[in-house]
T-cell receptor, first 113, second 113 residues
Framework: GDSVTQMEGPVTLSEEAFLTINCTYT??????LFWYVQYPGEGLQLLLK?????DKGSNKGFEATYRKETTSFHLEKGSVQVSDSAVYFC????????????FGRGTSLIVHP | GAGVSQSPSNKVTEKGKDVELRCDPI?????LYWYRQSLGQGLEFLIY????????KSGLPSDRFSAERTGGSVSTLTIQRTQQEDSAVYLC???????????FGPGTRLLVL
């Protein structure tokens, strides 16, 4: 079945540092890939997505590129802020009518001033 | 516009009692999903509705869990004879038919004593 593996956290960085959160996946066919973010006390919200190979999703300074050859969708940001502190979830959605996504376990990011 | 809302935001109950969790999806969203998020774990899919029907109930962990959706809108997740291991955050999400992006509510934090 489908699965998503993302690096374990917490990831602790100083403000303005470079961020990478690794995500790899296993899926049949050609899934869509997502990053969701969960700020403290809130539900998840979509951060970015990519629907086909070599697509780059981007939002709020975050980027991720759909790499089919390495089955990866790593999240990057060039300069993190304290307000980026949250839990980040990588997910995939296989083709089909229900679009039930498979989520990774989440990676907690803590950014210090 | 209004997002997905869930109630109550927090629920404390005693072991063995029944609880009902409510989800109000975004107006016009025909797909509705329930997930469970336990401490330190990823999102566990519970059930999916398309309109009022539930084509996929595969994630319900036991027969103590049930869910219904009426009028293609509000959904209720019921947990009977709660156990301590049911303690978690229960998240609801909705999406438009044929759309992969899900919109999440803030969740209900359930604590079973």
């Amino acid at each position: 079945g489908d699965s998503v593996t993302q690096m374990e956290g917490p990831v602790t960085l100083s403000e303005e540092a470079f961020l990478t959160i690794n995500c790899t996946y296993t899926a049949t066919g050609y899934p869509s890939l997502f990053w969701y973010v969960q700020y403290p006390g809130e539900g998840l919200q979509l951060l970015l997505k990519a629907t086909k190979a070599d697509d780059k999703g981007s939002n709020k300074g975050f980027e991720a590129t759909y790499r089919k050859e390495t089955t990866s969708f790593h999240l990057e940001k060039g300069s993190v802020q304290v307000s980026d502190s949250a839990v980040y979830f990588c997910a995939l959605s296989s083709s089909g009518g229900s679009y039930i996504p498979t989520f990774g376990r989440g990676t907690s990011l803590i950014v210090h001033p | 516009g209004a997002g997905v809302s869930q109630s109550p935001s927090n629920k404390v109950t005693e072991k063995g009692k029944d609880v009902e969790l409510r989800c109000d999806p975004i107006s016009g969203h025909t797909a509705l999903y329930w997930y469970r998020q336990s401490l330190g774990q990823g999102l566990e899919f519970l059930i999916y509705f398309q309109g009022n029907s539930a084509p996929d109930k595969s994630g319900l962990p036991s027969d103590r869990f049930s869910a219904e959706r009426t009028g293609g809108s509000v959904s209720t997740l019921t947990i009977q004879r709660t156990q301590q291991e049911d303690s978690a955050v229960y998240l609801c999400a909705s999406s438009r038919s044929g759309q992969e992006t899900q919109y999440f509510g803030p969740g209900t934090r359930l604590l079973v004593l």
